[in-house]
């Protein structure tokens, strides 16, 4: 599901079609007997004219499921069942402990912010001190979840040293922690801040709300935390550059907000030592995980202030490696490994456990590599994957040739073979989700359509150049292709109705490969990595 990289020549990008067009190829016409695609370097690669290699290996990925909660989904053993029956009171008191510090912090945070209307500058000190109360509250509540002592390991720095702090991400409990312990500025999700009492706390923390989705939004949180960071008035800046929790066995691959600014950044690395109980927010519904939280006799966490890490100014270190750096840092603290999953994997997941298959891990991909290196969205991924997921793969998340092209709603023809041919690089006769394609070069293949240079391509020069890739193509059948690259239905199809129709359906790319190759039209490799909308 990944797009060709110049460097290694490894392919790979998203699959298929939403909208269905029957394309019917007549298999005694003579114009059948010839290739459907002119001579080429590689006459069995419909996608050769762009650059795209035929017979490359996919990318190997990562066998580790970050997002796995080891917990078994029933109570495992005598020792747990018995264990929670006789925590159930304890629970119900805990619960009740949790409720009246949720309670008593939330009004001393709205008597605290009472009258407080410059939220953009620093809040005044006597405000602060007034936040012990609902941060002392916040304390409690990790008692009543059985947190009863936290091993802390090395010290914070100075905000003065240190503007920045960035931690691993876990559960739901590292916040409120740092909460007690720092009482910091929070980078956090939009959506939170309509969270009932917690919206009302985490905006006392000045938080910096960012929506993950948004260009503009992400750039604005990260002129806020260059802003706030340098200035000493303002308390440290808390991240969480993994940008969703993990199940702390593994690193995921860093987000670059808090590192983009170029100050110093002192790293965390937070741990949950269990016999019995994983207290990880993986895949595991909230209510379940606070339950079993409340039913342990006690629940271990440990904290650990790693040496600061500062960019190298003399080398002008990018901020991408200064993330590697840092996040190299904390893996190493835990004995972990790094790995390039993100929170694009975390709504693969998702989406494959919305669909009830059966190992939803298959169709994970490292989605921070395939975003730096290809261009591919995340929000674009989980809309490949719906329609992979349409194609009916099996247990193992294999897909084969029947299932391909009836998704695609493709005749068995030559170009059907081809084009599943060039996606089954390993030659199982099946592909997987995981299995590359190409970066579809769309401008080039617009301009050569529109003959007339009107920015527009219309039924007649659309019909010539589908024409030239099937020849035994009905006029109402190039109609419905018609259709479905005229996005806005004004019957001319623009540029960005073209972009749009190929980035839903990339493996369409080949029907404009004998107009640009009997052209002499090609493609370095260099372009296929590059972003095209």
């Not at 002008?316 to 972990?336: D, M, P």
């Not at 929000?379 to 391909?404: C, K, Q, T, W």
């Amino acid at each position: 599901m990944v797009a060709a990289a110049a460097g290694d020549a490894s392919l790979s990008a998203p699959l298929l079609a939403s909208d269905h067009i029957v394309l019917t190829v007549h298999p005694d016409a003579a114009d059948c007997r010839r290739p459907l695609i002119p001579p080429t370097a590689d006459d069995g690669n419909p996608f050769a004219f762009i650059g795209a290699r035929d017979g490359v290996e996919s990318p190997d990925t990562s066998p580790i499921d970050p997002f796995r909660n080891h917990t078994a989904a029933a109570v495992g053993g005598l020792y747990e069942g018995l264990k929670i029956l006789a925590c159930l009171p304890l629970a119900a008191a805990r619960l009740v402990l949790f409720g009246a510090c949720l309670a008593v912090g939330f009004v001393a945070t709205l008597l605290a912010l009472q009258g407080w209307k410059d939220r953009q500058n620093p809040m005044p000190q006597w405000r602060r001190r007034a936040m012990w109360v609902t941060r002392l509250c916040a304390r409690a509540i990790l008692f009543s979840f059985g947190y009863h002592w936290i091993k802390r390991k090395g010290k914070p720095a100075r905000r003065e040293i240190a503007p920045i702090i960035v931690s691993n991400h876990v559960s739901y409990i590292e916040p409120i922690f740092f909460f007690y312990e720092l009482f910091p500025i929070i980078v956090s999700s939009e959506s939170h801040d309509s969270m009932p009492f917690v919206g009302t706390i985490i905006r006392a923390m000045q938080v910096i709300y960012v929506d993950r989705f948004s260009r503009s939004s992400r750039k604005h949180a990260v002129n806020e935390i260059k802003r706030k960071a340098s200035c000493n008035r303002f308390p440290q800046v808390l991240l969480f550059p993994e940008g969703t929790t993990s199940n702390g066995r593994v690193i995921i691959s860093f987000q670059l907000g808090a590192f983009i600014p170029g100050y110093p950044v002192q790293p965390v690395a937070v741990r949950y030592p269990y016999v019995h109980f994983d207290q990880s927010w993986g895949n595991i519904a909230l209510g379940k995980l606070m339950f079993r939280m409340l039913t342990q006799f006690h629940n271990f966490m440990e904290v650990e202030y790693l040496p600061i890490v500062s960019p190298n100014e003399i080398h002008k270190e990018s901020a991408a490696h200064f993330a590697q750096r840092t996040a190299r840092a904390i893996a190493t603290a835990l004995n972990v490994p790094q790995t390039s999953h993100s929170f694009g994997d975390f709504l693969l997941l998702a989406k494959a456990a919305e669909s009830k298959q059966e190992n939803t891990a298959l169709y994970m991909v490292e989605m921070a590599w395939i975003q730096s290196a290809l261009h591919l969205r995340a929000l674009e991924a989980v809309e490949f994957l719906e329609i992979f997921l349409s194609m009916n793969p099996d247990r193992s998340g294999y897909v084969e040739f029947h299932d391909f092209i009836g998704t695609l709603r493709l005749k068995p023809c030559s170009l059907a073979e081809k084009i599943f041919g060039f996606v089954d690089v390993q030659k199982l006769g099946k592909i997987t989700f995981k299995q590359p394609l190409f970066r579809h070069a769309c401008e080039l293949s617009f301009r050569e359509c529109d003959v007339n240079e009107t920015n527009y391509v219309l039924k007649p020069e659309f019909h010539d150049v589908v024409s030239m890739a099937i020849p035994s193509l009905k006029f109402d059948e190039i109609d419905a292709l018609f259709t479905l690259f005229d996005v806005d239905g004004d019957r001319r199809i623009s540029k960005n109705d073209f972009v749009l129709c190929m980035k839903r359906n990339p493996l369409l790319i080949a029907l404009f490969a004998p107009k640009l190759v009997r052209k002499g039209v090609s493609l370095p490799e260099a372009s296929l990595v590059e972003e095209v909308y």
